[in-house]
């Protein structure tokens, strides 16, 4: 019996959006795309041990993340130091670059797989549609104000 080459060595885990056990994984890559939702999945590996726990999350959420954080930093470094408003003002305008591209990325996923997770709540069909039409609207305009906060 042939095995196939895997990066799940001992369990499958499940995709980070819709749960559904994912199959395969190439040995040679990080980032893949779930084949039922579409949504981009990131595999964090140990660097000492490759054969060790792995840990499959999913990009657009480390996103939300990485926004989250980065805007607790900026709010303790406008309280902490002397950064003038309009320095403040300019880099939150920055940091809605990272939320107006992750909200407009899972919007157009949301539209073409017709699946939508916000928060811990799964949607399909209509439903996902509607709301996913709502994320790339406010992405949209988190963009639009990005550029409307570089002009300052």
Sequence with gaps: MLIRATAF???????PHRGHLINH????????????????????????????????RGLLDIGFALYGLLTIGLV????VTGLSPHGFA?????????????LATDGVLGLRSGMDRTGKRLRVGRSARVVAGGKLAAGAAAILLLCIGLTL
């Design 76 to 79: 303790a470094v406008f309280i």
């Design 25 to 56: 994984w190439p040995r040679d890559s990080n980032l893949e795309s779930c084949q039922l939702c579409l949504r981009p999945m990131i595999l964090l590996r140990r660097p000492t041990d490759w054969n060790g726990p792995k840990r499959l």
């Design 90 to 102: 300019k880099a939150i305008s920055v940091l809605l670059f990272i939320i107006g591209t992750v």
């Design 9 to 15: 060595p001992y369990r499958r885990p499940g995709c």
